[in-house]
């Protein structure tokens, strides 16, 4: 019946049937552990990596305007008859663990283009700019033929890396006006950015944003772009007025070139992969150890009775885990 259920789903997602999609999204989002099956059933028969794809992460200061920008490079990508998918992630909050969810309504001419699919999501508790089933979502998304996937991360931080991890190109919006920005701003992202861009460049910011690029141009200068024989472009635009917006594509477009002759597009997603696994054999460790009835109870039992113990809580951590890793060596 799962079966089944699996292979209907993938024809509908290879017709690019919109609810579909959106089901099998939900489906590798899931924590229930019956669906965690059913999504790595699914994940194992849909088709491999399209390189033919371009995957683009747009990071930026909160009020930077990414949505906007998001939604005009959106329109001008579909002049080349491109069909274009984003994944908007929104912040969750630590103390109610509820998301706004507003990106498709702030994008809602791009939403309702038949050529363009918007799926907002949680971030949940992860620290990396994206949720954690956002790897996923694009293997879904290239097997429904979108061959352009953007990212709207979360916001700045050296947290937004793990963006970069799983995607071919990692832009950065800024607003006009360096200042405070360019010293506040975390350098490890600026070291990761592959393009720059200021937004917002009209009416009377339009001086403070030609400031602004030759701060960042200035800035860069110290630093070694992470793509070799490529100088990191600083551009301006105005997402609400729609200029330079084409300039921006045009800039993506010659990086995503660059990578393909080089040959560091299909190093940079083997690399990927490497790294992609690292963290989900992390993530299995953890599930396992969260879903260990003993292993849970003796914490319990132990956080109960910690002011009374005399040794101290690394020596107590360690402890369980060798009591973990032994009672697996015995069920073997």
């Not at 429904?144 to 832009?171: K, Y």
Request: aromatic fraction near 4%; proline fraction near 2%; hydrophobic fraction near 35%.
């Amino acid at each position: 019946m799962i079966q089944q259920a699996i292979t209907d789903l993938i024809k509908k997602i290879k017709s690019q049937d919109r609810k579909a999609i959106a089901n099998a999204i939900t489906l590798v989002e899931s924590k229930k552990r019956e669906d965690r099956k059913t999504a790595e059933l699914l994940l194992n028969q849909l088709s491999k990596s399209n390189n033919k794809s371009i995957r683009i992460a747009i990071s930026g200061p909160p009020g930077a305007g990414k949505s906007t920008f998001i939604e005009a490079l959106g329109f001008e990508i579909l002049k080349e008859n491109r069909n274009i998918a984003v994944l908007a992630i929104d912040p969750t909050s630590s103390l109610t663990g509820g998301s706004i969810l507003g990106d498709k309504t702030r994008m809602e001419k791009l939403s309702r283009n038949e050529n363009a699919f918007i799926r907002p999501s949680p971030s949940g508790m992860n620290l990396g700019g994206v949720n954690r089933s956002t790897r996923e979502s694009m293997v879904i998304l290239e097997s429904a033929g979108f061959d352009t996937i953007l990212i709207e991360t979360v916001g700045v931080g050296q947290a937004e890396t793990e963006a970069f991890e799983m995607t071919d190109i990692f832009l950065v919006l800024l607003n006009p006006g360096a200042g405070d920005e360019l010293q506040g701003i975390k350098r490890g992202i600026i070291e990761l950015s592959d393009i720059l861009v200021v937004n917002k460049s009209d009416g009377d910011l339009e001086a403070t944003s030609r400031s602004t690029v030759l701060d960042y141009k200035n800035a860069l200068k110290l630093l070694k772009p992470r793509i070799n024989d490529w100088k990191v472009p600083v551009l301006s635009c105005s997402a609400l007025e729609l200029k330079n917006i084409d300039q921006c594509w045009i800039t993506l477009s010659e990086l995503r070139k660059h990578l393909e002759k080089t040959g560091q597009l299909i190093t940079n997603r083997e690399k990927q992969k490497k790294l992609w696994l690292d963290k989900l054999t992390k993530e299995k460790l953890i599930e396992q150890i969260e879903n260990d009835e003993d292993f849970q109870n003796e914490l319990e039992m132990i956080k109960e009775t910690l002011s009374d113990k005399s040794k101290s809580v690394k020596t107590e951590a360690s402890n369980m885990i060798e009591n973990f890793l032994n009672k697996l060596r015995r069920q073997k």
